[in-house]
T-cell receptor, first 110, second 117 residues
Framework: KQEVTQIPAALSVPEGENLVLNCSFT??????LQWFRQDPGKGLTSLLL?????REQTSGRLNASLDKSSGRSTLYIAASQPGDSATYLC?????????FGTGTRLTVIP | GAVVSQHPSRVICKSGTSVKIECRSL??????MFWYRQFPKQSLMLMAT?????????EQGVEKDKFLINHASLTLSTLTVTSAHPEDSSFYIC?????????????FGSGTQLSVL
């Protein structure tokens, strides 16, 4: 069974810093990998979707990479802002099932 | 850890029929549950937020009369796809929110693959 791990579980950084969130998965047979953010009391907001044939995706200050062979993905956030404070989750799509990581709770300190 | 049970895992139905999907939090009370769907090769998208005892809040573009959500208890939310059509074929997944002290965590069901013929 696919297992998805996110490290660290929590992260605090001062405003303006660049940061990297990590996601690892055990089964490299995936269709795609998605990154989401969750704000307190809210549902998930989709950030980036990387198809299995892709290496990375970029959206604004966010860049996500995918290395299927090593079972890893990273989410890079440039020039962090207090509004980036949220929980970030990755999810691996493996044939009609989604496997979620446990999330990284990010706090950006003004 | 907290477990969310979602049933059925797969359903095939004829066009025009209604399908009910259940989402249960097994060992915790979930005041808020979320319903999502994912079309092939697309991102998971939030459909609606369900709060126990009140009407669900639907995201823009999601028809509330077509996707009926009932959250009658703190451990059960249901999504009914009414008069399903082939374009409703999708992967539906629920999540339940648990609070431990100041920390909120989301726990996910295993998803339902709906195929409408």
């Amino acid at each position: 069974k696919q297992e998805v791990t996110q490290i660290p579980a929590a992260l605090s950084v001062p405003e303006g810093e660049n940061l990297v969130l990590n996601c690892s998965f055990t089964d490299s047979a995936i269709y795609n990998l998605q990154w989401f953010r969750q704000d307190p009391g809210k549902g998930l907001t989709s950030l980036l979707l990387i198809q299995s044939s892709q290496r990375e995706q970029t959206s604004g200050r966010l860049n996500a990479s995918l290395d299927k062979s090593s079972g890893r993905s990273t989410l890079y956030i440039a020039a962090s802002q207090p509004g980036d404070s949220a929980t970030y989750l990755c999810a691996v799509d493996g044939a009609n099932n989604l496997f979620f990581g446990t999330g990284t709770r990010l706090t950006v300190i003004p | 850890g907290a477990v969310v049970s979602q049933h059925p895992s797969r359903v095939i139905c004829k066009s025009g029929t209604s399908v009910k999907i259940e989402c249960r939090s097994l060992d915790f009370q979930a005041t808020t549950m979320f319903w999502y769907r994912q079309f092939p090769k697309q991102s998971l998208m939030l459909m609606a937020t369900s709060n126990e005892g009140s009407k669900a809040t639907y995201e823009q573009g999601v028809e509330k009369d077509k996707f009926l959500i009932n959250h009658a208890s703190l451990t059960l939310s249901t999504l009914t796809v009414t008069s399903a059509h082939p374009e409703d074929s999708s992967f539906y997944i629920c999540s339940a929110q648990a609070r431990t002290g100041e920390v909120e965590k989301l726990f996910f069901g295993s998803g339902t693959q709906l195929s409408v013929l």
